[in-house]
Nanobody, 123 residues
Framework: QVQLVESGGGLVQAGGSLRLSCAAS????????MGWFRQAPGKEREFVAG????????HNVDSVKGRFTISRDNAKNTVYLQMNSLKPEDTAVYYC????????????????WGQGTQVTVSS
């Protein structure tokens, strides 16, 4: 069982930065691949970034490449999403999720989810 708690969301102007954190409790966090997803009002939840259990492999969707960076610190049981050059279209609730083995682009393949943190980017 893994419990996930996101933090770091807020209101920021376009071009600004935020760093999201996802703190995990429970057993063997380092066994889990992690993903960041987001969901805007009226839209489906979409994959943003993923990272392998050891942090070696990462992937960002095209819309955030060059702006967002996913990382993890297994000693602290935490995964991060550094978001730079934020745009109004990045406004959404951001969720972290965990699954064993490799990360996935599909939300329904994740076993554990956090409660989400709101990110609002004003123009």
């Amino acid at each position: 069982q893994v419990q996930l708690v996101e933090s770091g969301g807020g209101l920021v102007q376009a071009g600004g930065s935020l760093r999201l954190s996802c703190a995990a409790s429970g057993r063997a966090f380092s066994r889990y691949a992690m993903g960041w997803f987001r969901q805007a009002p009226g839209k489906e939840r979409e994959f943003v970034a993923g990272i392998s259990w050891n942090g070696i492999r990462t992937h960002n969707v095209d819309s955030v490449k060059g702006r967002f960076t996913i990382s993890r610190d297994n000693a602290k049981n935490t995964v991060y999403l550094q978001m730079n050059s934020l745009k109004p279209e990045d406004t959404a609730v951001y969720y972290c999720a965990a699954r064993l083995e490799y990360y996935s682009y599909l939300p329904n393949e994740y076993d554990y989810w956090g409660q989400g943190t709101q990110v609002t980017v004003s123009s």
